[in-house]
């Protein structure tokens, strides 16, 4: 079965956007691309506000993924959490378009008998150890995440060793968002593991404005960059090849 690479924006914030476009227009558009964007929410002492939580549940049901709002000291197994449900739901949806195109019509895994659901679990199960993974952090470094961005940092470096224990390639790449000169910066280009995090983090920057829109904007045209170069890689390989035949 052919799954191809799994692709995920992960959106930490503490807020609503409220600058430039759409976050929820972005997220579908991403999701038009085989893009799952994944929210979590970071709160306060029992406040998020209902117009945050809103654009959290939008952002994720439009961009296909999983979100959740946690206490910052929950952060760590919820970044893992959301990661795993979010690909298994997506290796879901990829099991469920082969049955129907061996058993036709609209079957999904629920309609099977329990023991042939229980088989097909296994191999979602196994596709989830085995897939290629990659994942586009979005932070969000306005003023009022300050004092969380340690607690941050360390969630995803547990997420990088909980994702590299799997036998499938990761890769990584985060930006935050307000950038120091522009709405969103590029931290940490694409990586099989994020230990480098721990000397960038130290030095960012808080403040300003939250461009959630632009962020996922910028991440898209990030995946677009990589697939570009990757199949121009490839047609040099190929012709290579040709020429030394």
């Known amino acids: 079965m052919k799954t191809g690479t799994l692709k995920q924006i992960l959106l930490i914030t503490d807020g609503c956007s409220n600058q430039g476009e759409d976050p929820i227009a972005m997220a579908a558009l991403a999701k038009e691309q085989g893009i799952t964007v994944n929210v979590i929410g970071v709160m306060e002492q029992d406040v998020i506000d209902e117009q945050g939580l809103n654009e959290i549940e939008g952002i994720a049901m439009s961009g296909g993924g999983v979100s959740q709002v946690v206490y910052s000291q929950q952060l760590s197994q919820t970044v893992q959490m959301v990661t795993r449900k979010a690909m298994t739901q997506t290796l879901q949806g990829v099991v469920n378009k082969e049955l129907q195109q061996i058993l036709g019509g609209s079957k999904t895994m629920e309609d099977l008998p329990p023991d042939q659901r229980g088989e097909v679990m296994e191999v979602v199960d196994e596709l989830g150890e085995t897939v290629e993974l990659e994942v586009l952090v979005l932070v969000d470094t306005s003023a009022s995440m300050k004092h969380k961005l340690p607690t941050v940092k360390e969630a995803l470096l547990d997420l990088s060793l909980s994702l590299n224990a799997r036998s499938g390639d990761n890769r990584f790449s985060v930006f935050v ?33 939250t461009p959630t829109g ?18 121009l890689l490839s047609r040099d390989d190929e012709s290579f090849f040709e020429e030394s035949v």
């Not at 950038?179 to 694409?190: A, C, I, P, Q, S």
């Not at 632009?214 to 199949?231: D, G, N, V, W, Y």
Request: no cysteine; glycine share 6%.
């Open 214 to 231: 632009p962020a996922i904007h910028e991440a898209l045209t990030h995946f677009k960059k990589k697939r570009s170069l990757r199949s």
């Open 177 to 209: 968002f307000p950038g120091k000169k522009k709405d969103v910066e590029k931290l940490l280009d694409w990586t099989p593991n994020l230990e480098s995090l721990t000397s960038i983090f130290s030095k960012l920057t808080t403040g300003g404005i």
